[in-house]
């Protein structure tokens, strides 16, 4: 079985710690009540944790 990435989409709380979108790779710091936002730079609505 393989290891599937953990996704995080717009507008959930994953939790503190960093997370890189899946389109441009840039990385989102959040703390541990912030909702996550869309991209920075290319506006993408998921990230890896």
Known sequence: MSKSKCIVKTG???GKGSYNCTNCNTE???GEYDKMPPCP?????????
């Open 28 to 30: 989102v710091t959040l």
């Open 41 to 49: 730079k290319c506006s993408n609505n998921e990230f890896t944790c």
């Open 12 to 14: 959930e709380k994953p």
